[in-house]
């Protein structure tokens, strides 16, 4: 107990409970994966806000994400900054959006915001290609790939720009049967 | 900055905006509930400066609703256009005018704003409009409440009763100048219910604010307003006794969340396993996972099985029959005395286990027992028949849930590859192998949809293929026939052996030896097998499970085969032995009376261990079950001992001195064997489904089993077996599981009932002894314990005048619901068909439309919604009012974002239209303006 109280607040525990879909314990924990991932730079204690913010390359290297062909990306659109420097309060947003109570249309904007490259509010055939070559390994052939993306455009632009924009997206995702299933992460 | 907020939030996506920027949007969002959007900025703004400067609580409440008021007052004669629209709350605010403090600037502001806050309602309210239309209804009969309590305090009466509903109405958009007159008192009043609004506004924020998507620091200042402000107005918007009501209630809605919070916590720690088995799917993807949900699953039955029998028979006969070694049939016979706690003879089940609580022959046959009167053979019967209902009962609501689930979302193949691409990476993956393998499947995914793609129309191939797959369900109905007949030819030869004494060892043991035989040699081929058919591995394992089965109910004939030829040489053994004992009974009466002339015979001075006594079957087959289950369970864990782990061991170990690599080359690790797990469950369990009547004990070493087996595995399949080569997902519903489960249930609920309802009970054991049937328990409850008229009820009840039509009804409802459901397939699958060519014609529009004439849209736009509005002059004012402003948005840099929200929401007006907003004056005035605003104004910039 003296512990919990040493790191957070009752408020702010409880402010972050209504802020996201973590019990108390669970944020405790979700500070102490923070803070592990650099004890010389998370200061323990966290009752004013203290200001410090981890790059990229430490939070990719979690086990939740190491294996995650889109981890860059994950981390880059819950940061800020968009370079992927994750203050502590974008770490638990970013766990929260990811667990399991999440709604889906919440995990729809993120999902979409993950997959767009190059941050231009459309999933253009690049964006696709790139998803598609960090999914694949890039085992597919060129003609392939062009060949998928074609058809995923297709199959869900409904305004025939041939890119797809996030209501394309959401009407598509929504209707996904395994978008909830896989678009999480156990912390 | 506000309009590029509005612009991006129309996109929903966009959360990035500077931290000023998104605050105020957030703030206008949440004023803009309230038809002036002005004024909710201008209350806010003065309510947190008030916050800061620290001014009592008291003044603050009252003036910071005036404020707004003033605002929206302000803004009036500046910008007439605004009148027609927001008159509803106008109105309110008309007579403060002497008391205006607010400086122009934010009316201004405002000024500015309006639209566009109403526009940004439209937009925020797109999700939200049809929650809050029906909320708002009843906070504001609560705030009613409210208010009157309010009255009393005021002494202002009807006044603001009249008030509230002026309110009500000018919210909903209606004209209300006929209520100038009373505006002077109630003031007040309105603002009041409006603040009660914005608390309750405040708190819905509260409560959704985790499903926002914002930046975590915004939320977290939000929240922290949204709490203060409520904290500061809540407690003070009722007075006297309605105010100490609504503090109630406000603090048992806060204690409500809670607990609620504290119970889902509470509940999802409750479930087992939950990190284990998401260990296991992490590394081995959802297919194996679903084996240990389902084990879970099972486990779960088996325990409510075991409360049921332990509970109401097992314990009840321990604590209050007769002690062991009292009578008969629960003593250990003379005979055995010297070998019954010989080891052998107990891992057999013998010696003293046979005349233990474990088994049927133990229990007393007694009406009741103990000083509490337990009707201990009426329970045994009713438990033995309860566990059949509860099984069903939960089998099949499993089942139908999970048919719910699965038939939710079906349309397969409408996005395949998008689904795919989007969907098929498995973010839980955390481990480098399993990740290697999902690349590899969605690689392999992949590839199979574009080569179904490209080669669609090529028709070769697919003949090809159903040539094979017929060859292979040839093959293996070939190959199943086979073992069918080789069982049962085994199992012939068997029955004759049994009558001779000269054996080998192999004719003693054929029919076992055959047995495993077959079941070592046929899974296997079967799997080869249908390598032919070349099925996604999700159908094939269904197929493999299905094969299996089919080969293993081979098994399970031949065991109840054996069990009913021994259970008939038992009742006839029994027959002749209960004879005798009578005979002997009768001949030592006889014999008593005549020495000693004496007629009131005393039972002769045996101990009950030398009573002779019948071969008690039921007993005999309780061990049986208990046996196989047991030795089930011994080869079950040898086989991941040795078969996993061993080899595990091996292969790794042997690696560093070995020709060739063991890791890559032929033995390699095992892989886990779902459908043979699968199907080791389900089949157990159908032992203890059959063997439970006559073993209570089974249930618990059920129990015990699926426990250790949980844990076993799991350590089993983490340390010694490598995932899948292609990992895939299991189907959603694993009702295919649960369908065997269910035809095991039938089947073995089969046997039980026939025994109980025509096999005499054995005449010196079990519950049941001296009944001509077990289910006489109950004709005897029913003609002793319960009154008689109830017999008699029971005799019309059972006569077949009743019965059969009874039956009757129960299959024409059996008809009529299933022509129901068909019919509701029927209009399902219409309906999905129909949204199909919606989307398609949607996709068409959409592809022509861009090109037409923007004027034609923006008419077709217009048509349906005058056509549905009553009151045309207070709707047409924002047209031209909303075109301005959302031009801006267009010529501030987001002009291709607008262009394709044009797309987006004109394309099918008719169908947007009526459903945007039903019957006339519904929700709030802001809600069908903006709506139509939005629309509309959409359609400007592109032209």
Redesign the interface.
Known sequence: MGNKQTIFTDEQLD???????F?RKEILRLHSRYHELAPHLVPMDYTNEPDCKLPLALIVDM??L?????RNRIVESFS?D?MGNL?F??F??MF?V?SEM??R??KA?????I?DYNVD?YLCKED?EK??NK???E??TPE?VE??CE??IE??D????NKL???D?EN??T?????L??????I | MPRRSAAVED??????EDETDSDDGGNRRKANRRPAGGRGGGGRGRGRGKKAGSDEEEDDEDEAPKGRGRGGNRRKPGNKRGGGKNNGDDDDSEDESPKKKRGGAANRKKGGKAQDSDEDDSDDGK?KRGKKGGKKGGKEEESGKGKKGDAKGKDKGKDKDDDKKKKKKGDSSSDSNSNSDEEEESMSEGEMARLMEEVEEKKKL?AT?????W???R??VL??EAQQFVDKFEGALGKGKGRKWYAYKVMMTKKWIKFQ?DFE?FRTACIPWERKI?EVE?HFG?SVASYFIFLRWMYGMNLVLFGLTFGLVVIPEVLMGLPYGSIPRKTVPRAEQDTAQDYSVLMDFNGYCKYSVLFYGYYDDKRTIGPLKFRLPLSYLLVGIGSFGYSLMLVIRTMAKNADVGGG?G?EG??????K????????????E??DNK?AS??TS??E??VD?QENQKDENIHLRRFLRVLANFLITCSLGGSGYLIYFVVKRSQEFANRNDLSWYEKNELEIIMSLLGLVCPPLFETIAELEDYHPRIALKWQLGRIFALFLGNLYTFLFALFDEVNSKLDEEQSIKNASIWAMKEYYANYSRLLNDSDATPPPMSPADVIRGPCWETAVGIEFVKLTVSDIQVTYLTILIGDFARAVIVRFLNYCWCWDLEAGFPSYGEFDISGNVLGLVFNQGMIWMGAFYAPGLVGINVLRLLSSMYYQCWAVMATNVPHERVF?AS?SNNFYMGLLLLILFLSLLPVVYTIMTLPPSFDCGPFSGRAKMFDVIMETITLDLPAFMGTLFSYAANPGLIIPAVLLMVLAIYYLNSVSEAYQNSNMELKKKMQMARDE??NR??NK?STNQVMKDLEDLLPNRSLSPPPEPEKPPEPEAKPTKTKPGSAGKGV?LQ?DV??AS?NPNVRGPVDRPPGPRGPGPGPGAGRGRGRGRGAPPS
């Not at chain 1, 904007?109 to 915001?113: E, L, M, S, T, V």
């Not at chain 1, 409904?158 to 720009?161: E, I, K, N, P």
């Not at chain 2, 691409?421 to 480098?432: C, K, Q, R, V």
Request: proline share 4%; glycine share 4%; net charge negative.
């Open positions: 402010a972050y409970q209504d802020c996201t879909f019990t086990p939740e190491k294996e995650n062909p889109f800020e968009g203050s309060n974008e638990v947003d929260s990811l999440a709604p249309e919440l904007i993120y999902a979409f915001k997959y509010n696709l998803t598609l999914l694949t390994k085992e597919l392939e060949l998928v058809k995923a199959e869900a409904l305004d025939g720009d924009s996030y209501a997206f598509m995702i209707r996904a049967p395994d978008f299933s896989t678009f999480h992460i156990r | 996109v929903g996506i966009e959360i990035d999700g509260i604010i985790r499903n926002k998507p930046r975590m620091k939320r977290l929240l922290k919070r916590n998401k992490s959802s979302d349309e409408e996005f395949t590859f998008a689904w691409m989007f969907t098929s990476w498995d973010y839980l993956i955390g481990n480098a399993t990740a690349y969605i690689t992949f590839k949809s574009i793609e997902k959603k949607e996709k959409r592809n861009d974002n394709k797309a987006l394309s």
